[in-house]
């Protein structure tokens, strides 16, 4: 049974620094779509950030890059989201998405559906 959950979420001001962690267990195989998503309050659920397992290969939304960097720690199959420069807008849910398939799917991996399985969700507030 696949579980995932993310944990790190909280409240920060603006310029300031917050790391997301997602554990995904039960699910190991290489080649697979890891996210971040997220949900503002009255928005749709957009993708962050993604990378695909076993092969390190990144991939960010416009609004996000050179802020945010997501990476993966195999040993404790976590996946972590450094968030930087933090602005009011980065306030929102985030998710943690995890079973997309890279190869065998043309889905981009920032479709909602492109996923099997899915966090509660954590809360980042950005506000002075």
């Known amino acids: 049974q696949v579980q995932v959950v993310e944990s790190g979420g909280g409240s920060v001001q603006p310029g300031g620094s917050l790391t997301l962690s997602c554990e995904v267990s039960?699910?190991?195989?290489?080649?697979?779509?890891q996210s971040w998503f997220r949900q503002a309050p009255g928005k749709e659920r957009e993708g962050v950030a993604g990378?695909?397992?076993?092969?390190?290969?990144?991939a960010y939304a416009d609004s996000v890059k050179d802020r945010f960097t997501i990476s993966k720690d195999y040993s404790e199959n976590t996946m972590y989201l450094r968030m930087n420069s933090l602005k009011a807008e980065d306030t929102a849910t985030y998710y943690c998405?995890?079973?997309?398939?890279?190869?065998?799917?043309?889905?981009?991996?920032?479709?909602?559906?492109?996923?099997?399985?899915w966090g509660q969700g954590t809360q980042v507030t950005v506000s002075s």
């Open positions: 998405a995890a079973g997309g398939p890279a190869r065998t799917s043309l889905i981009p991996w920032y479709a909602q559906d492109k996923y099997k399985y």
């Open positions: 039960g699910h190991r195989d290489s080649g697979y779509w």
């Open positions: 990378i695909v397992t076993g092969t390190g290969y990144t």
